[in-house]
């Protein structure tokens, strides 16, 4: 066992090392690498999402309404919280590190010939993982943007975007309409685009493009189906949804308002998607087993939620208004530099009583925030705040004290506290 462990550990190492060069686009490299595995990712049924924010939600939500039926699902997600594994899974299961290992050194010296990219190999990783076992649908979540990610190589049958915000400027473009037209990169001829942005001039941004790609049909889920009737507690959020000629109650255990649209979009998606349409009641009775590690994620009085741009963060104090956890609510932070970490603390201040600043182990050194800039920024605000460079303080620091322990910001902060504090993303939770 110690011997896979150490094989294994050496494989991500060496895949690792392949994130420090600087960021490639086009889907050059992953059709090359493709084409020597066999092109796995033809052989695949799939449901393709994009989106700033959502996308995570929605994924969950459709893999729990497709594993329901019996089905055998691929679902693949980045980045992972604490477990490189947790990106792979096949109902709910990580793949096994000796696949990983075996891949990895059977294919590296194609990796380096082609140059291949640590998010390219991670991803051609994927479909061979997922053809090879013979999963009857894929459920693939964008890494950045639609339009030259590497997911963007597959032919789905429905491709969903949620909703837009402003985040990867320098790759995707400065306003929410040029990083639209990127999200929206993945709609594709003959296929159905599902939209889930909420803002009306938006939302017929995304829509022309998805004409524009030759989409056969076009759901906008906030004009088509609106979510009305939203109500958040702890226990997860309710609303009503016009479908189909009928009204449903919709409940999933995944909380805030945002929810309701997320919920609405993996819905009209898997109803586009043929044959993987169980039908409404059997649909909305699945949403039960929805589970989203790192997302308004609660274990007793922890919190965990990955809210890593100023919408996110925006997101997470409304849900706090809503779901009313015990006060004070001591927030650890920790924010990469290339993030709009001002906006992210300022939106903060209207949702947390005491904020800790500090350095995520994992978090790359060259994205490391200004700490003590980020000290004087929330001091300024009139936040009761402090700096604490080493994450195991500031962790402790946190926990102490009545009230509850929320982590936010980067993955990399959510994941270091959540191994530290001994909760898998992928065991069950309150």
Request: hydrophobic share 45%; glycine share 8%.
């Amino acid at each position: 066992m110690g011997d896979e462990l150490t094989a294994y550990r050496r494989a991500l190492d060496a895949l690792f090392a392949r994130t420090t060069g600087i960021s490639k686009f086009g889907l050059e490299r992953t059709e090359a690498f493709l084409d020597v595995l066999g092109r796995p990712h033809d052989r695949l049924r799939v449901l393709h999402v994009a989106g700033t924010n959502g996308k995570g939600s929605v994924c969950a939500t459709l893999d729990a309404m497709l594993r329901a039926q019996g089905l055998r699902v691929g679902k693949y997600t980045s980045p992972h919280l604490v477990d490189f594994r947790e990106r792979f899974l096949i109902n709910g299961t990580a793949i096994d590190p000796a696949w990983v290992v075996e891949f990895l050194e059977r294919w590296t010296p194609t990796v380096e010939a082609l140059g291949v990219t640590f998010f390219e190999a991670t991803t051609a990783m994927a479909f061979a993982h997922f053809a090879e076992q013979r999963v009857d649908v894929a459920v693939i979540e964008t890494g950045l943007g639609g339009r030259l990610d590497s997911t963007n190589v597959v032919r789905p049958l429905v491709a969903a975007v949620t909703a837009i915000g402003i985040d990867h400027v320098e790759q995707l473009g400065d306003t929410r309409e040029k990083i639209a037209a990127e999200k929206a990169g993945i709609f594709k001829r003959g296929t159905t685009a599902v939209i889930g942005e909420p803002d009306e001039g938006i939302a017929a941004l995304l829509a022309e493009h998805a004409r524009q790609n030759g989409a056969q049909r076009i759901v906008d889920t906030w004009r088509a189906s609106l979510p009305r009737d939203v109500v958040v507690t702890a226990e997860g959020t309710s609303f009503t949804l016009d479908a189909d000629g009928s009204t449903w109650r919709v409940t999933t255990p995944l909380a805030g308002q945002h929810q309701a649209s997320n919920a609405a979009v993996a819905l009209l998606t898997l109803r586009e998607a043929g044959d993987l349409w169980p039908g409404w009641p059997q649909a909305l009775a699945s949403l039960a087993n929805v589970r989203l590690p790192g997302r308004f994620h609660q274990v007793g009085r922890w919190i965990f939620d990955v809210a890593h741009n100023a919408d996110g963060a925006g997101v997470l104090v409304r849900t706090l208004q809503h779901v009313q956890p015990a006060r004070p609510v001591t927030a650890l932070l920790c924010v990469l530099a290339d993030k709009d970490w001002h906006e992210i603390i300022a939106t903060l201040a209207q949702g947390v009583d005491r904020l800790i600043l500090t350095n995520a182990p994992t978090a790359p050194a060259s994205r490391a925030w200004d700490l003590s800039a980020a000290l004087a920024h929330a001091r300024a605000l009139g936040l009761d705040a402090k700096a604490q460079p080493d994450f195991e303080i500031a962790l402790a620091e946190v926990q102490r004290g009545p009230g509850t322990s929320l982590v936010t910001g980067s993955f990399h902060t959510v994941g270091d506290a959540m191994a530290r504090l001994h909760v898998s993303p992928l065991g069950d939770y309150v």
